[in-house]
Nanobody, 114 residues
Framework: QVQPVESGGGLVQPGGSLSLSCATSGRRFSIGGMGWYRQAPGKQRELVARISSGGTTNYPDSVKGRFTISGDNAKNTVYLQMNSLKPEDTAVYYC????????WGQGTQVTVSS
């Protein structure tokens, strides 16, 4: 069974950067049609970036210009580069297909605080 494994989170000061990675175990999957999501305490899980099979990317206004999603088919890995981080970016970050079709992984915690 496909199981995303997210990594790369941590504590960073406002204005800092982090790079997240997502690999899957179980079987190979296509990088196309993947998304990064996040869930902050007390809030619903939300999509923050997605990439289509053709490489088209989309972002909500809240992260546009700061986050970049990319993928490496050879490594079966999806990345999320996050720059100019803000305290409101604090959340657990997950990857999944877009729309979500596989079990959620454990996610990786991102905390933006001074």
């Amino acid at each position: 069974q496909v199981q995303p494994v997210e990594s790369g989170g941590g504590l960073v000061q406002p204005g800092g950067s982090l790079s997240l990675s997502c690999a899957t175990s179980g079987r190979r999957f296509s990088i196309g049609g993947m998304g990064w999501y996040r869930q902050a305490p007390g809030k619903q899980r939300e999509l923050v970036a997605r990439i289509s099979s053709g490489g088209t990317t989309n972002y909500p206004d809240s992260v546009k210009g700061r986050f970049t999603i990319s993928g490496d088919n050879a490594k079966n890995t999806v990345y999320l580069q996050m720059n100019s981080l803000k305290p409101e970016d604090t959340a657990v970050y997950y990857c999944n297909t877009y729309p979500p079709t596989v079990p959620w992984g454990q996610g990786t915690q991102v905390t933006v605080s001074s």
